[in-house]
């Protein structure tokens, strides 16, 4: 009974968002990183999402899109947890021009490699910001004579959106504050960091190309 009464308590303390206090160690140019979301808390999150996806699809194909680069390590987390008939194509788009803000401008960059007609389709990317890149992309997808089309997306940043898209399954609503990790980059860089972190630039340089 005791034993019961202590796990209870450590799962309900494990639930508690962990934070650093404190920001990482400074990096290149004085930046620095300050953990928004664990890698635990990712993962219980993305459990959650592959389920009610299926829940919402019980008997059907669903045909993951994956938008490169940002959107690998979701889609293939969540893709692991989704049960049953899954496919997987990937599409790149160039969304940013310089630095941490939107051109608003938008670019495909790479392809599908299949037709998505008369699929169920499960757009997966990893942030919704502006909204300017899937609105782009359903554009392009809805030609496509999909049998439906539905958007995963690990955050969303409702703060900035122009574009009136609405993302069906979310996993994290986030502030206005730029961040990283997860696949999510900076200059190309902090994509392999197992954590969704808060970056902050320090004195550096702010150009960079992103996608
Ligand atoms: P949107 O077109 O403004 O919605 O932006 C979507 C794309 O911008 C995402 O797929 C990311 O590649 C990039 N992006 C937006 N916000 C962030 C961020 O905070 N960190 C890193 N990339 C971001
Ligand atoms: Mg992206």
């Not at 574009?163 to 696949?183: C, K, L, Q, R, S």
Request: glycine share 10%; charged share 30%.
């Amino acid at each position: 009974m005791a034993t019961k009464v202590k796990k209870a308590k450590k799962e309900k303390q494990s639930k508690q968002p962990k934070q650093a206090k404190k920001p990482q160690p400074k990096g290149k140019g004085g930046e620095s990183v300050r953990i928004l979301i664990s890698r635990a808390r990712l993962q219980r999150r993305i459990t959650e999402l592959a389920r009610e996806i299926r829940k919402d699809f019980p008997h059907e194909p669903l045909h993951l899109v994956g938008v490169l680069k940002g959107a690998v390590f979701f889609l293939t987390d969540l893709g692991k947890q989704i049960a049953g008939d899954v496919s997987f194509d990937f599409i790149a788009v160039a969304s940013y021009g310089l630095g941490t803000h939107t051109s608003g401008q938008v670019r495909l960059t790479r392809d599908l490699d299949s037709s998505i007609e008369g699929k169920t389709v499960i757009v997966v990317e990893d942030i919704l910001d502006t909204g300017m890149t899937l609105q782009y992309l359903l554009k392009v997808f809805e030609q496509r004579k999909p049998k439906r089309i539905r958007i995963a997306v690990l955050l969303d940043k409702p703060e900035r959106r122009i574009a009136a898209v609405h993302a069906d399954y979310v996993g994290f609503t986030i502030p206005n504050e730029f961040v990283v990790g997860f696949g999510l980059d900076y200059a190309e860089r902090y994509r392999n960091m197992p954590d969704v972190g808060v970056l902050s630039l320090g004195g550096a340089a702010t150009k960079a190309g992103k996608s």
